[in-house]
């Protein structure tokens, strides 16, 4: 079955740029999209086909995905964007989510 | 506002069954698929089922295939998910998500705030 790979964490001081990797077979031949998750609430859509926002997600928030690599990018990060961060694709009929990475800002 | 209320958690023993709900407002509901996720204590997301807005066509994770059951009523604006032949491992909180299945893309653009069953004796 198909896998997404995702470092387990990634650390960032406040207005640096944060980048989360997520890795597959071919994924840039698919669409990637992301989620947002924080501490006792649902996950929240931030990207989808690879680089589009949904309405009012900030435009810190930008996505690209080449080849075997999806990332998610956020520049300026702000100790707001502290959260679990997913990626998902699709793939033989199925929904696969990435491991998730915990992003901490300090 | 697009809204989707999740119910019918628990507590199930092994073997157990139980019918999780998803209420749906603010959007015509018959026109989008939709989905069930689920997040075990302390791990990440796992997608479950999905089913076409028709209901013409489902989808299963293998881990839950033969088991679990998804459906919709179109009329009630609400979706469903028989879980059946519970195991310690389907212990979750199970979201209901908006789906988008867009040319390619299939993201989840709405999420419920999720109810929790939990499989234990």
């Known amino acids: 079955s198909y896998e997404l790979t995702q470092p387990p964490s990634v650390s960032v001081s406040p207005g640096q740029t944060a980048s989360i990797t997520c890795s597959g077979d071919?994924?840039?031949?698919?669409?990637a999209c992301w989620y947002q998750q924080k501490p006792g609430q649902s996950p929240v859509l931030v990207i989808y086909q690879d680089n589009k926002r949904p309405s009012g997600i900030p435009e810190r928030f930008s996505g690209s995905n080449s080849e075997n690599t999806a990332t998610l990018t956020i520049s300026g990060t702000q100790a707001m964007d502290e959260a679990d961060y997913y990626c998902q694709t699709w793939d033989s009929s199925s929904v696969v989510f990435g491991g998730g990475t915990k992003l901490t800002v300090l | 506002e697009v809204q989707l209320v999740e119910s019918g958690g628990g507590l199930v023993p092994p073997g157990g069954s139980l019918r999780l709900s998803c209420a749906a407002s603010g959007f015509t509901f018959s026109t989008y698929a939709m989905s069930w996720v689920r997040q075990a204590p302390g791990k990440g997301l796992e997608w479950v089922s999905g089913?076409?807005?028709?209901?013409?066509?489902?989808y299963y994770a293998d881990s839950v295939k033969g088991r679990f059951t998804i459906s919709r009523d179109n009329s009630r604006n609400t979706l469903y998910l028989q879980v059946n032949s519970l195991r310690a491992e389907d212990t979750a909180v199970y979201y209901c998500?908006?789906?988008?299945?867009?040319?390619?893309?299939?993201?989840?653009?709405?999420w419920g705030q999720g109810t929790t069953v939990t499989v234990s004796s």
């Open positions: 998500a908006k789906w988008v299945m867009d040319y390619g893309d299939y993201n989840m653009d709405v």
């Open positions: 071919k994924l840039g031949d698919k669409y």
């Open positions: 089913i076409s807005g028709s209901a013409g066509s489902t």
